[in-house]
């Protein structure tokens, strides 16, 4: 009889391709069909309404009732000529994912559809079952969903999706996008001081950002035969292939067939929606792909990137596919991330991260370049503590992900032109048609884009015209991290135009001035630069002498957001208040120990009711061959000695399952005793879950032992 396995392995070979169909030869054609975008707001609504939404999305003005009005009427017209039935408030609660509740068009006592413009600008989903991190109590349900004209509205099957902030009754942020916003002002508030200093005409900075998605995908069956997958997102227990990664032959290879259908149906589903995915390859692990888009306002980016998840799961049900988000899903090969390229945008169109021919336009780029290395390094431990999570802390710092330390690359030519610009220290600025800096050499190098190698070591790296964070995990909504990038850029810009406004007071010239502080900037962050090798012990180490922080644990890293500085650094720019630094990170710690929890539980199930029961019947053959042999007088000395290996195995398996077990009761106990405390200690919880990871670290190496004959029968695992 076919193990569970064997059958789907037997499924999932001989599955067809599920062809995917464009509706157009011509992406321009269903571009953006679904989405009520700027030109279906021209198309439907009057020229004043239009003017006026327009300006919401812009400068943030607010959209009076009126208005609100026009464009619900607007919007259900267009909606229900597209087979539209429902609307729903999508917005991004701290559980990770989206949420929605739909509610009908349709009003049954009225007996016609009906959108009202107050239905468009807000609803009040049940906010109790959310996270909210002590903000409410679980009996108090009221909480406030309200429309974000910033980002479009878009159709996703029968539904029509508006963005969405989610706020408590008491008015705190439960979600990522409204801290987002917030810090999306903070830093356009403080860029454009600094390039009022270059440029008059600057208005309006905003934050661009580009995510490269990276995700497994395995057939459906095969998923479903492993509880861990299915439960933890991961393989808890597994068996390294004799070929793996090793030969890198994946990367970049020819897509397979399945996977490559898959790939173009959601992204004619995405195009539709709006989302520019641009790019798609094999990643360097086998059943490894990445799927990245165009750049977008940042805002616009994050929430095209959570949907993208969504349309890709729903498309890969119908390729009888699944798609794994988990930042380690299988242990040996390499993870998945989700690479952030962040850079400012100016409303005359420059990037602040474009290096140029010009002076005037370098000093600029040099000022944001510096003060972006600064903020990285102030805010070390903040940015670290953006990236934390459960399933990211098995992808930092192993062969393929960037360590937990954070770091900055510049590349070979950036990092001369800072060394020589912090050493120089007679500076002078030529004027005229060609003006340029002198800086102990006849000008600043010609700093073209990609003038050096990237760095796949690094967390947070140079790319030419953009800074990459690449240690944000896959399964991580990047509103977090970059709302943490956004703040603390923001924070070190206030601080530059005032250090830069002291110079000038002083009677220093302008450019005199920028260049002196941006001298004194370059020297204090130094220790955070690093052009080697972020992956060698040589590192782990060279950093500790440079006194950079190694966060390995979430709960640590957690911490940081409590950290006076941090509190600080959200409530000077009013983009989190105390209560809700406190919220999220009760939010973020309960999380991290419920996953452990779940894997650890997942972990108990298959040792106790799959594997030892197959080692057993494993056994009871060994004892039959025993018997066999000593009954034709042969030697059984081996089978003997196998049979008590097993034994041995089996005895170390179910007192490691109990070890676990009582680790859990502990750490519940305890956390039964701090909740009636008020208050929460991560250093208590790291204790309990030290013992948690240890013993679930120990369980892991004990099934994956190859000196236990139990792996060459694995086959036979999950037979029910």
């Known amino acids: 009889m076919a193990t569970l396995r064997q059958r789907a392995l037997l499924l999932a070979q001989s599955r067809p391709s599920v062809t995917a169909t464009p509706p157009s030869l011509k992406i321009s054609d269903y571009y953006g069909v679904n989405v009520f975008g700027t030109k279906q707001m021209k198309e439907t609504l009057a020229p004043t309404v239009y003017k006026k939404v327009v300006e919401a999305i812009e400068k943030g003005s607010k959209i009076d009732p009126l208005t609100a009005e026009e464009v619900s009427s607007a919007i259900k017209t267009w909606a229900l000529g597209k087979g539209v039935t429902h609307y ?12 929605e509740k739909h509610d009908a068009f349709f009003d049954a006592h009225a007996g016609i559809e009906k959108f009202k413009g107050s239905a468009l600008v807000q609803q009040e989903p049940d906010a109790s079952s959310f996270p909210n991190g002590g903000i409410r109590s679980t009996f108090e349900a009221r909480g406030y969903t309200a429309w974000d004209p910033s980002s479009p509205i878009f159709i996703f099957g029968n539904t029509l999706c508006i963005p969405t902030i989610f706020v408590a009754y008491t008015g705190e942020a439960l979600d990522y996008k409204t801290p987002l916003l917030k810090s999306i002002e903070a830093i356009n508030e403080a860029s454009v001081a600094i390039c009022q200093l270059f440029d008059r005409n600057v208005r309006k900075i905003t934050p661009s950002l580009g995510v490269e998605q990276e995700y497994f995908v395995i057939d459906k069956a095969l998923f479903s035969t492993r509880p861990d997958l299915v439960m933890a997102g991961r393989s808890v227990f597994g068996h390294n292939p004799a070929r793996g990664q090793q030969l890198e032959d994946h990367y970049f290879g020819t897509i397979p067939t399945r996977v490559k259908e898959f790939m173009m149906d959601f992204e004619i589903e995405a195009l539709k929606l709006g989302i520019p995915v641009s790019t798609r390859h094999n990643e360097v692990a086998p059943g490894q792909f990445e799927v990245a888009p165009l750049f977008e306002e940042i805002n616009k980016a994050v929430d095209h990137n959570q949907l993208l998840m969504d349309v890709m799961d729903k498309v890969a049900e119908r390729h009888d596919l699944k798609v794994l988000f988990h930042e380690k899903p299988f242990a040996g090969v390499n993870g998945s991330g989700k690479h952030n390229n962040w850079s400012l945008i100016t409303d005359t169109g420059v990037n602040l991260f474009q290096p140029s021919n010009s002076a005037r336009e370098n000093l600029q780029f040099l000022t944001f370049l510096v003060a972006t290395v600064k903020a990285v390094y102030d805010y070390a431990d903040l940015l670290r503590a953006s990236i934390a999570s459960a399933g990211n802390d098995y992808r930092l710092g ?61 967390p947070f790296a140079f790319t030419g015209n953009k800074f990459e964070f690449r240690a944000v995990g896959s399964q991580a909504n990047s509103a977090g991290p970059m709302t943490v990038l956004n703040v603390i850029v923001a924070e070190t810009l206030k601080q530059l135009a005032k250090d ?28 955070v630069r690093f052009e080697g090798d972020g992956y060698s012990e040589e590192w782990e180490k060279e950093a500790e002498k440079r006194g950079l922080s190694n966060l390995k644990s979430t709960p640590f890293a957690l911490d940081t957001y409590l950290d006076k500085k941090s509190i600080e650094v959200f409530s000077k720019h009013n983009v989190l208040s105390n209560v809700e630094l406190h919220a999220r990170h009760e939010i973020m710690l309960e999380n991290y120990i419920k996953k ?81 405390a008020k208050g929460y200690s991560t250093n208590v919880k790291e204790a309990y879950f030290d013992q948690i990871r240890y013993a679930v670290d120990k369980l892991e190496l004990l099934v994956d032992d190859e000196s236990w004959p139990l792996v060459k029968y694995r086959e036979m695992l999950f037979i029910k």
């Open 88 to 99: 729903t408030h999508w917005f991004q609660p701290l559980t990770g994912s989206t949420a």
């Open 398 to 458: 192993a062969n393929e992900a960037p360590p937990a330390i954070i770091s900055v690359f510049l590349g070979s030519t950036l990092s001369g032109v800072l060394d020589e610009l912090e050493k120089n220290g007679n500076i002078k600025i030529e004027k005229g048609d060609n003006m340029y800096m002198k800086l102990g050499i006849s000008k600043i190098p010609e700093i073209i884009l990609d003038n050096t190698d990237r760095n796949r070591t690094s």
């Open 500 to 527: 830069i406004d002291k110079e000038m007071s002083s009677g220093k010239e302008k450019k005199i001035a920028i260049v002196n502080v941006l001298r004194k900037y370059i020297k204090d962050s130094k220790k």
């Open 596 to 676: 452990v929890q779940i894997e650890s539980r997942v972990m108990g199930d298959l040792a106790l009711n799959h594997i030892i029961p197959t080692a057993i019947l494993y056994q009871n053959k060994l004892i039959e061959n025993a018997n066999g042999l000593q009954g034709l007088g042969l030697d059984n000395t081996a089978a003997i000695e196998t049979i008590k290996d097993v034994s041995r195995h089996l005895e170390a398996l179910k007192s490691s399952v109990n070890q676990m077990i009582e680790a859990r009761k502990k750490l519940n106990k305890e956390d039964d005793i701090i909740k009636r």
